[in-house]
């Protein structure tokens, strides 16, 4: 039987940026891909902005690689060519029990390494949104946007430089620890199944990342690794008035942070989206409910009230991979190297839902830094 030194199932974000940390010379790496080619479910559907690392409890693994993982965003941008912008961002406060949310986010932003934050008075806010309503702001001068596909597209071809297979239109549809790693039986394009030997494996398989989990034997429910899926629609301004709003404008988020609240993303062609809002599925489906857009004029009446019905077309959606129940304690990424589960060599990457496009490359780094140590290859 054909036998590698790694497997990463999935090529989303998450997965080619592992898979371009641990390609070297020498090493037999591939990367498993369902679909057609690169980034196609939660990659490619999500607001495309490099956070600051603001809102995460501290020392928590969103913040670390949020942080570590904006500078180097910023910088691959830059060596490799890709549409970056630092754009600034406000979180807006409308009611005086928002303006305290503020001021513990700015509290949990410099506890996290965030730099230049700084608290705006209404003043303030109007010289950085003229047309926008608030009584104070948080400001966030290093929040930004990034092109994601040129982003995937360039991580995939580094990945292939450097002698990494990409096998796409292939599924993995079984899994089977032996001693030496494990046995991966694929589905084709075909249909037709064949298997090949790991020595490590790498779970990147974003909103289907609890089932390769399972594959391996793992309990989920046991283990905490059930994902459930929470879909965010965006609706998109049309007209001229998208030209009222300068960067990125945020609501402050609810306490349960099921998101970071309907905000307003200016994307590098100039377009203003407004979303995403949230709510359970069961069904990955990706289309926008043209309904809902009362909810997005409600949720963001009090800092756009220039905004009407009219204004708004249903835009896109994406699903986030949720590792709690709603209303449950909002969980931390789980990057976790299985050898005490007796799953040496199996690294499962679950529940990287937002800031996972902004933590990518640290995420990387950090899945390359635990092989080293627990799984060298
Ligand atoms: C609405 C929304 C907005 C967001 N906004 C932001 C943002 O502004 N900034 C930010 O930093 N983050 C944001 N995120 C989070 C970010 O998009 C994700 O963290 C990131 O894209 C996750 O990438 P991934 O590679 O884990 O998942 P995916 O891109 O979904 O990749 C997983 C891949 O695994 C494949 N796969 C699954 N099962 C199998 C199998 N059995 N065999 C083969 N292949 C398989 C899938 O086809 C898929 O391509 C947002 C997310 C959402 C949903």
């Known amino acids: 039987m054909l036998k590698v030194d790694a497997v990463i199932i999935g090529a989303g974000i998450i997965g ?9 010379p020498g090493k037999d790496i591939v990367v498993i891909e369902q679909h057609s080619g690169p980034g196609k479910v939660i990659s490619s559907r999500n607001s495309e ?8 409890p501290s020392g928590s693994l969103k913040a670390t690689l949020c942080v570590e993982g904006s500078s180097m965003l910023y910088a691959f941008s830059r060596n490799h060519g890709i549409p970056a912008r630092t754009t600034g961002k406000v979180i807006v406060a409308v009611t005086a029990s928002e303006e305290k949310t503020l001021e513990e986010l700015f ?35 290093g929040t930004g946007i990034i092109d994601t596909h040129a982003l995937l597209k360039r991580i995939e071809a580094l990945c292939l430089e450097k002698s990494c297979s990409i096998v796409y ?123 809902h857009v009362d909810e997005f004029l409600a949720g963001t ?17 994406g699903i986030r991979p949720k590792i709690h129940a709603p209303g449950e ?21 679950i529940g990287i839902e937002s800031p996972g496009l902004t933590s990518c490359l640290a995420i990387g780094r950090r899945v390359r830094q635990l092989m080293n140590q627990e799984c060298p290859i």
């Open 16 to 24: 080619l940026s592992v898979a371009h940390e641990i390609c070297s």
């Open 49 to 56: 902005v490099i956070h600051a690392g603001i809102y995460y």
């Open 107 to 141: 509290v949990s932003g410099q506890a996290n390494g965030v730099q230049g934050l700084a608290l705006l008075d209404r003043a303030q806010l109007k010289r950085i949104e003229p047309h926008v309503e608030g009584k104070s702001a948080l400001f966030s001068p």
């Open 169 to 291: 239109r292939t599924r993995l549809v079984a899994l089977d620890p032996v001693s030496s790693g494990f046995v991966c039986t694929v589905s084709g394009p075909d249909g037709k199944r064949s298997s090949f030997i790991s020595e490590v494996l790498i779970n990147a398989a974003g909103l289907d990342s609890d089932q390769i989990a399972s594959l391996a034997g793992i309990d989920i429910d046991k283990a905490g690794y059930r994902i459930y899926p929470i879909k965010g629609e965006y609706f998109r301004i049309r007209g001229s008035k998208h030209r009222l709003i300068q960067g990125l404008v945020y609501p402050c988020p609810a306490k349960s942070l099921t998101g970071l609240g309907i905000h307003v993303t200016k994307d590098l062609s100039g377009s203003v989206r407004l979303g995403p809002n949230a709510f359970p599925v069961k069904e990955h489906t990706y289309d926008v409910n043209p309904s």
């Open 301 to 317: 009446a009090g800092m756009l009230p220039f905004l009407s019905r009219d204004d708004l077309i249903p835009d896109m959606a």
């Open 329 to 349: 304690e909002v969980r931390d990424f789980v990057i976790c190297h299985e050898q005490k589960r007796g799953l040496q060599g199996f690294i499962n990457l």
